[in-house]
């Protein structure tokens, strides 16, 4: 049978109208792609221009130290959460102990919490002025310079808080490499001599390297983009150097110069995953895929994997949660006043409207992906990836430039033409925001809408065109039913993620359109905890909604 996009022009117009949904289709994804683009373009652009003058001080002053840091917080983060995402998937799949059903669930919670969050709870208790130091001070009698006590407000201490939000990136992805593995292999290592740690060590870590590798890189890059807590603790990234010189200074130059350098290191990681997860296959040449029989502990070895499995969870989830409604209940915000619900309903709107856009974005990109497979929709969806390695911070100079270059032109020229001033049009504006959240999110939308198109059989898609559907009536009656789970789960990641992101919403959002992450930031920056703590925790309630998806899913894989 013909295809119906090849109709020669002197059919009727019904029956080319295939054609030109295509082509519509492929417009928006390549705009989609462009806008994507865009931010890193215009750094690249504005760094550039800024002069050797502005790097040469950035190198005798900066630069090094920003460097060091960042490089320092990966390093750690990276440790960190590959033994505590790694020891926790394996003691879960392979083992059975008491609560192991509980914890395989509970170990994804942390995920609900934005670093910062956990800043602003363990501040309150750690710190010099907190419970626990004055306790040890009551009781023993020290004075503030008679005894040692681990620093919170440093690099270590930043450390920590995004080990314990971010080590279920490589749980959930380890657990799930775990789990297909089949048993064979490891029963022949073992049937060979191998100690059960040795088997661990030589032939399940490797095997599921790529899975454990990409969740880390996942990490790094959340550790490299975040602003609030490394902001809050006082320890100097490229992200708090982009803020600085963009607010603090009014160095555009210097900040775009900055987001330059970050820009680079972020893709090079995300280069760098690619390479790994492309190029490291592994094979079952027996084509047997036999269950691993998990091994029973008991005795001191059960206690073991229960504490092993209960510290992140405690840490991560549990005890953040009772510091923050113990500090809500004696502070004196009331989410009932005016300008709560101001804060409230501006988040909600931002994170409802960026999801929508996103996710309707996804769609066409992945939708054009998949009628077209050629170089230029596989090079546009690479493009719109790649939002995930570019902080929310670069994103934010990357689109600020070129639209105030933009709106300063306009207001130039009809002042020049018409004796009228435009202002700024674009820049500051709730859609600029919203641009930035899609470019900054897309490549989630976009994995969770693959996830599901996967699903979707091609005869499927070759029987309503033989049935004169056109692209769009495709999409409308056959994929969006069936993807309607997966559609829904972007939705909600994309809608949490942005009631998270701080970096791109201080500095882009416009005068007097604060919202929960920004206030719960204020306050926190003004020592004012207690207060931070209340629009921290409808963060934390909202952000649960995706996990407790994701906590489903979980069961299900251990259903199967």
Known sequence: MADQTDIAPGMPLRAR???DGLRALGGMAFVVALVCALPIVAVALAALSGGTETVSHLAQTVLGRYSMTTLLLVVLVSAGTFAIGVGAAWLVTMTRFPGVRVFEIALVMPLAFPAYVLAYAYTHVLDHPGIVQTLLRDLTGWGPRDYWFPEIRSVGGAAVMLVLVLYPYVYLLARAAFLQQSATTFLAARALGSSAWAAFFRISLPLARPAIAGGVLLAVMETIADFGTVAYFGVQTFATGIYTSWFSLADRAGAAQLALCLLSFALLLAMLERAQRGGAQYYDPARRQQPMEPAVLRGPQAWIAMVACAVPVLLGAALPV?????MAVGSEQDLLSPRYVGFIRNSLVLASVAAGITVIAAICVGFFLRLRPGRAARGAAYVARLGYAVPGGVIAVGLLVPFAAFDNALDAFMRAQFDISTGLLVTGSIWLLVAAYMV???AAALGAYEGGQAL???????????LGQTPGGTLRRVHLPILAPSLL???LIVFVDVMKE???TLIMRPFNFDTLAVQAYRLASDERLEGAAVPSLVIVAIGLLPVILICRQVGRQRGR
Do not use: K, Q, W, Y
């Open 456 to 466: 979707v059989p091609a005869n499927m898609d070759a029987a309503a065109r033989s």
């Open 322 to 326: 009772i510091i923050l409604l113990t």
């Open 502 to 504: 701080l970096p791109a």
């Open 17 to 19: 109208r295939p054609r």
């Open 489 to 491: 789960t972007a939705l």
């Open 440 to 442: 900054r999110f897309l």
